[in-house]
């Protein structure tokens, strides 16, 4: 397992705990009624002078998961493409396979503000944030590497042993 991808996968489960906390908050001053149920559009122009505090934090919010989202399918990218275990790839394939759907349960709390929405939305949020605990978890743990990297280390120590 190479550094690189532990802490690509580390920092994706992070942010993705973060996402949650400000979701959390985001629900519970009701941003998403700012919006007036004019989703993907807000108050303000673009978004970009949002009108006031409860717009700001929507649109906090909404930069914020396009980054844990690019984090996401980048980890499943990296995990893919490297030779991980296959439950790591599988995890975080579950996490990705699931972000389209979250998006949407999201723009669904701006349409349907209310309990059932909230609780599909953090739903779907906590499968992602489990998936994404399980792969950081094996990459930490998984002994075995790539083939790539034990033959790279393997040739380091041999070349240390001439």
Not at 15 to 28: N, W
Not at 99 to 126: D, K, M, R, S, Y
């Amino acid at each position: 397992m190479t550094t690189r991808f532990r802490r690509l996968v580390a920092t994706t489960t992070v942010l993705t705990f973060a996402l949650i906390l400000l979701g959390v908050y985001t629900g519970a001053i009701g941003a998403g009624l700012t919006c007036e149920a004019r989703w993907p559009f807000c108050d303000g122009w673009m978004g970009l002078f949002p009108a006031n505090w409860a717009s700001f934090v929507e649109w906090f919010h909404r930069l914020v998961a396009m980054i844990t989202g690019f984090g996401i399918l980048g980890s499943t990218i990296a995990a893919w493409r490297g030779e991980y275990s296959r439950r790591i790839k599988l995890a975080t394939a579950v996490a990705t396979v699931v972000l389209p759907v979250q998006v949407l349960l999201g723009a669904n709390t701006i349409f349907n503000f209310g309990a059932t929405a909230q609780v599909l939305h953090h739903g779907a949020a906590q499968l992602i944030f489990g998936a994404m605990v399980a792969a950081t978890a094996w990459a930490y743990t998984d002994t075995a590497e790539s083939p790539s990297v034990q033959s790279a280390d393997t040739q380091h120590t041999a070349r240390a042993d001439d």
